[in-house]
């Protein structure tokens, strides 16, 4: 009887160290520039994204996969935070599969675009521009930039799997540029 429960024990700890295993990032920035032009920050980052099989299922059934894209202008000096604090913009990044139609839709800043295939609104979604207009006075020294799946926007049975499966790990984390001079 002792023999078995180990063996119990066994089979669970093999599992929860399988189910612990980091998976590899289903989005990963590639690519990250800033320009300035006059005072406004041009940030624009190259994603890729490779969708595991469960996100990929819930789009196809119709549950939309939620990004919020998130760009933070953050002083260098101690003087500087008190003074000016931080800057940050912020938009969603919303890719939907209209089962009426069979095209899927990404929308960005509340502009929508229509797409046969999920490879081609994959690709659409990979190339993130960012805007942010800063007075010369309080000109940045980085920038930090990232992309976080909204696990909030997914329907309320879903959420406690999205949370632990690491198919469902779809944010980024910060990336970190150099301010344009």
């Not at 935070?81 to 209209?98: N, Q, S």
């Not at 309080?138 to 690491?166: G, N, T, V």
């Amino acid at each position: 009887m002792r023999a078995c429960v180990n063996v119990k024990r066994g089979w669970w700890l093999a599992c929860l160290l399988t189910a612990c295993q980091p998976a590899p990032e289903a989005v990963q920035v590639a690519r990250l520039t800033a320009m300035r032009a006059q005072n406004t920050v041009n940030v624009q980052a190259n994603i890729t994204f490779d969708l595991p099989e469960l996100p990929r299922q819930a789009l196809h059934s119709g549950i939309p996969l939620i990004w919020q894209v998130e760009l933070k202008v953050a002083p260098q000096t101690l003087y500087e935070w008190a003074a000016l604090g931080y800057l940050k913009t912020r938009f969603t990044l919303r890719i939907d599969y209209r089962a009426l139609t069979g095209r899927y839709a990404l929308t960005r800043d509340g502009r929508s675009e229509s797409f046969a295939s999920l490879a081609e609104v994959l690709a659409a979604a990979q190339t993130i521009t960012q805007a942010l207009t800063i007075a010369e006075a309080s000109w940045p020294r980085q920038l930090a930039w990232r992309m976080r799946f909204d696990y909030e926007q997914l329907p309320l049975p879903l959420r406690p799997f999205a949370y632990f499966d690491a198919q469902w790990a779809l944010s980024t984390s910060w990336q970190v540029c150099p301010a344009p001079e």
